[in-house]
């Protein structure tokens, strides 16, 4: 039996009757990882011998009937942008020192450690996060698990490949302008952007209160079950929200019968969307409809809120590099130097005008809810193009955010969005669809989710695994 072919579930449901234990789950995943690898590039680092020893002793806790939480023995990955405790966390960049105490673990990872998860690795990032690829100066470029001269995505681009490949069910990524919802479009994978603050952050991120914290998984069930132990307080983050009201995964049976849905295929005609991915997203939403959603189609009033989001995305770019000399300077990716300069010209007026649309923009998204429970969008109005690249070759544009209009929008509003991986374009290469919903309603976002899954919307992109690179 293959178990990297297993979600995060069907894991637990084998120990739990005996069938076959964590040491060999963890094993077969670190195999997955090592023979990924060369071509994918989804790890800097693995952690095997912690790993095999985290295994060992969730081997004997389900041999004595007492596993540790409720993740006990499961293979996680983490992306470089957490920190780890007992491995450095170099976020990508030549500019932060491998040498330290590294003695810590975010809030999420703590809680994975808590409930007996298992740790295969630190998953690839673009430097500090900051683009909607996975390439950097210190790792290089992180390829497509369906064809590996596209991109996986970014900036959770590794944690992606990782989780479509079979290394790991599970992994941890970060999300400040699409980060976890791009590379799982792009790879066929789930991956949720929980309410700002539901799950806590910490050290806290140098793009302030865009930046969320979500699981990347096989499916919404494994979302789910990732969600009711990752999503607890944590005193280091002061913006962390109470625990949600009810466990994400009592609420997934509950299906979308009765939510009303608006389905914008392209924000009112602001979004130029590709033929083959539009296709896919109508025919998924039309599934909604079947499964007794209230689907009509309306767009919400927003205006492409770019500039406030560059403004807030450069000034902490550019603030996180303050103190650089201009010989460390010199070592970060050139994209990062240009948007660094760009934001270091922005004035405190400047940041408290996006801030201002940044208001309006919740307070509409907050008015559009009251007629709607969830909103439905393509995740990207575009599927995996080259690797290496910031922007599509050929496409004229400038930066990332000129081909991710869908995503960061709804971190500005911080949001619950997720994306569902709903077919494939004539290349193979995965479609996302993208559910958002009011903030505080992450539990929507998962049952409809959870519904396509089941219904089996969503199995042809997100249930195998790839063959062309495993």
């Given at each position: 039996?293959?178990?990297?072919?297993?979600?995060?579930?069907?894991?637990?449901?084998?120990?739990?009757?005996?069938?076959?234990?964590?040491?060999?789950?963890?094993?077969?995943?670190?195999?997955?990882?090592?023979?990924?690898?060369?071509?994918?590039?989804?790890?800097?680092?693995?952690?095997?011998?912690?790993?095999?020893?985290?295994?060992?002793?969730?081997?004997?806790?389900?041999?004595?009937?007492?596993?540790?939480?409720?993740?006990?023995?499961?293979?996680?990955?983490?992306?470089?942008?957490?920190?780890?405790?007992?491995?450095?966390?170099?976020?990508?960049?030549?500019?932060?020192?491998?040498?330290?105490?590294?003695?810590?673990?975010?809030?999420?990872?703590?809680?994975?450690?808590?409930?007996?998860?298992?740790?295969?690795?630190?998953?690839?990032?673009?430097?500090?996060?900051?683009?909607?690829?996975?390439?950097?100066?210190?790792?290089?470029?992180?390829?497509?698990?369906?064809?590996?001269?596209?991109?996986?995505?970014?900036?959770?681009?590794?944690?992606?490949?990782?989780?479509?490949?079979?290394?790991?069910?599970?992994?941890?990524?970060?999300?400040?302008?699409?980060?976890?919802?791009?590379?799982?479009?792009?790879?066929?994978?789930?991956?949720?952007?929980?309410?700002?603050?539901?799950?806590?952050?910490?050290?806290?991120?140098?793009?302030?209160?865009?930046?969320?914290?979500?699981?990347?998984?096989?499916?919404?069930?494994?979302?789910?079950?990732?969600?009711?132990?990752?999503?607890?307080?944590?005193?280091?983050?002061?913006?962390?929200?109470?625990?949600?009201?009810?466990?994400?995964?009592?609420?997934?049976?509950?299906?979308?019968?009765?939510?009303?849905?608006?389905?914008?295929?392209?924000?009112?005609?602001?979004?130029?969307?590709?033929?083959?991915?539009?296709?896919?997203?109508?025919?998924?939403?039309?599934?909604?409809?079947?499964?007794?959603?209230?689907?009509?189609?309306?767009?919400?009033?927003?205006?492409?809120?770019?500039?406030?989001?560059?403004?807030?995305?450069?000034?902490?770019?550019?603030?996180?590099?303050?103190?650089?000399?201009?010989?460390?300077?010199?070592?970060?990716?050139?994209?990062?130097?240009?948007?660094?300069?760009?934001?270091?010209?922005?004035?405190?007026?400047?940041?408290?005008?996006?801030?201002?649309?940044?208001?309006?923009?919740?307070?509409?998204?907050?008015?559009?809810?009251?007629?709607?429970?969830?909103?439905?969008?393509?995740?990207?109005?575009?599927?995996?193009?080259?690797?290496?690249?910031?922007?599509?070759?050929?496409?004229?544009?400038?930066?990332?955010?000129?081909?991710?209009?869908?995503?960061?929008?709804?971190?500005?509003?911080?949001?619950?969005?997720?994306?569902?991986?709903?077919?494939?374009?004539?290349?193979?290469?995965?479609?996302?669809?993208?559910?958002?919903?009011?903030?505080?309603?992450?539990?929507?976002?998962?049952?409809?989710?959870?519904?396509?899954?089941g219904a089996e919307v969503a199995q042809a992109a997100g249930a195998a695994i790839p063959a062309?690179?495993?």
């Open positions: 039996m293959q178990l990297t072919d297993l979600t995060a579930v069907q894991l637990l449901d084998g120990y739990r009757k005996g069938e076959f234990g964590p040491v060999e789950a963890t094993g077969q995943a670190l195999e997955r990882a090592r023979r990924i690898q060369p071509e994918v590039n989804a790890f800097v680092r693995l952690t095997e011998e912690d790993a095999l020893e985290r295994a060992r002793q969730s081997q004997e806790r389900w041999r004595r009937g007492e596993p540790a939480g409720l993740l006990d023995g499961v293979p996680v990955t983490v992306k470089d942008i957490l920190l780890l405790r007992g491995h450095p966390t170099l976020r990508g960049s030549k500019t932060v020192a491998e040498q330290g105490r590294w003695d810590e673990d975010a809030p999420a990872v703590a809680r994975l450690r808590e409930h007996g998860a298992v740790f295969l690795g630190k998953t690839t990032t673009p430097e500090f996060g900051w683009k909607g690829v996975t390439d950097s100066p210190l790792s290089g470029v992180t390829r497509n698990p369906h064809d590996a001269s596209r991109t996986a995505g970014g900036s959770s681009g590794g944690s992606a490949a990782a989780v479509a490949l079979g290394a790991g069910p599970l992994s941890l990524g970060t999300d400040g302008g699409g980060s976890i919802r791009i590379p799982a479009a792009f790879c066929g994978i789930f991956g949720l952007k929980p309410t700002y603050g539901r799950v806590p952050l910490y050290p806290a991120s140098p793009f302030g209160t865009l930046s969320h914290v979500g699981p990347m998984t096989r499916d919404a069930a494994d979302a789910a079950l990732l969600m009711d132990v990752i999503a607890a307080p944590d005193a280091r983050d002061w913006s962390a929200l109470p625990p949600a009201p009810e466990p994400f995964t009592a609420v997934l049976a509950r299906g979308v019968r009765g939510l009303r849905v608006a389905y914008s295929p392209c924000l009112g005609g602001q979004v130029a969307v590709r033929p083959a991915v539009a296709a896919a997203v109508r025919r998924a939403v039309a599934s909604l409809a079947d499964l007794g959603a209230y689907v009509e189609e309306a767009d919400p009033d927003f205006c492409d809120p770019v500039e406030a989001f560059h403004a807030l995305w450069f000034s902490g770019a550019a603030r996180l590099t303050q103190s650089f000399s201009p010989h460390r300077r010199q070592l970060l990716d050139p994209g990062l130097r240009e948007i660094c300069a760009r934001g270091a010209r922005s004035s405190a007026l400047d940041h408290l005008a996006a801030v201002d649309v940044r208001m309006d923009l919740g307070r509409r998204m907050g008015r559009f809810h009251e007629r709607y429970d969830l909103l439905v969008t393509p995740t990207l109005p575009l599927t995996a193009f080259e690797a290496g690249e910031e922007v599509p070759r050929g496409s004229g544009l400038r930066r990332w955010t000129g081909w991710t209009p869908f995503t960061y929008p709804f971190n500005l509003t911080q949001q619950p969005a997720a994306s569902v991986p709903v077919g494939t374009d004539g290349d193979g290469l995965p479609v996302g669809l993208q559910i958002v919903a009011a903030r505080h309603r992450d539990d929507l976002v998962l049952r409809a989710a959870h519904a396509l899954y062309a690179v495993a």
